[in-house]
């Protein structure tokens, strides 16, 4: 998933914003895909930041990436980031912009929008809802044996990961379909919408600012 969102961004970018960097596996994805890019990663916890750079100056990547602790639904409602450009080639999120509401994620998306350059990307991983109860079963089938292949069970891996707090403009899972997430998308002012990557409830989308 991640690398499908990695080979989507430009090879060539020269900056690339990511919403919610948690640990800092997708920078790390981007940043060995993209060997010209600085990546600016907003999260709302300095300890995700703190562990993300760990993770990635490990790896010899520091001197191109850059953590800011700041909640990004606070960025999309229109805050100025001081210690960053408002210009981007590409912006990428995994995993975190399904904790705004549908409006936020619209404003989120009208925000990126307007911060990329003519002919930037945007693209994002994130869980959505299923189109049928069928789906749904199999999806939960799928992930129970993966768990079993992991050696562990699903409510153990919950019980790791623990609950998403609060925090500013996210809140627990506010998932949208597919379909929702794309519309949106092309409200906000992408063109050629498209989904390179679906796995029952998890998909990569995104799409394109007009050159």
Known sequence: ML????????????????????????????????????????????????????????????????????????WAAGKKVDEMSESFDACASSLAIHHLSDSMKLKLFQRIGDTLKPGGCFWNADPVVLESSQLSQAYQKAREEWAIAQGTTLAEVRAKLGTSNNYGYSSQDQLATLEEHLQMLKTAGFESVAVPWKYFGLAVFGGFIPS
């Open 3 to 74: 690398a499908a969102i990695a080979r989507c961004l430009p090879s060539q970018a020269s900056c690339i914003l990511e919403l919610g960097c948690g640990t800092g596996e997708l920078s790390l994805q981007i940043l060995q895909t993209c060997p010209t890019a600085e990546v600016i990663a907003l999260d709302y916890s300095p300890r995700m930041i703190q562990y993300a750079r760990r993770k990635i100056e490990a790896a010899g990547y520091g001197i191109r990436w850059r953590g800011i602790a700041m909640d990004f639904g606070e």
